[in-house]
């Protein structure tokens, strides 16, 4: 898989966009191991251009944007793919439990798995991982390095839940 990746800058800190010719492949919070690609000019060989995705990342964390409709081409375990699907259901401003996740993904005894598929997230903020609490409301197993934490607990705080994604 031939991938490239981008720095932009955020409100949240740099971030590293890697993507394929299938789609984004990652936002990270640090530089992979994959060209870094410095300009547009630079490229050479365009696999994809990076505008849409960075302009639907910026738009996002301004506030807005509150769906991302890019290709997407996480890699992953069927399980954790479908678990990454499940949290794309989630709505801008709501936030699920893991186990309101589990139920989505027809597997509720597997909640300690949806929280691993949840933490190898490899396309935070597009695929919201942010937006998982535990069963008490609490902001549990958050690994990112997201800055303004607060921010994140904040906005769960104000989110209003609904009823579990599967209508469970």
Request: aromatic share 6%.
């Amino acid at each position: 898989m031939n991938e490239r990746q981008w720095k932009m800058e955020s409100r949240i800190g740099p971030l590293y966009l890697v993507a394929s010719a299938a789609g984004l492949h990652g936002v990270h919070w640090r530089k992979q191991d994959v060209p870094l690609v410095t300009s547009l000019d630079d490229e050479g060989e365009r696999d994809r251009d990076p505008r849409e995705d960075r302009a639907s990342a910026r738009g996002y964390l301004a506030g807005r944007r509150r769906v991302f409709d890019l290709p997407l081409d996480a890699a992953g375990t069927r399980f954790q793919r479908q678990v990454w699907q499940a949290l794309r259901q989630i709505p801008y401003g709501e936030t699920r439990s893991y186990r309101d996740i589990a139920r989505a993904v027809k597997n509720a005894k597997a909640v300690r798995a949806v929280g691993a598929a949840n933490g190898r997230n490899p396309i935070a903020i597009v695929v919201p991982c942010h937006r998982v609490i535990g069963a008490d409301g609490s902001l549990t197993g958050f690994g990112g390095v997201w800055t303004p934490r607060a921010s994140c607990s904040s906005s769960s705080a104000r989110a209003r839940r609904r009823r579990p994604l599967g209508g469970a």
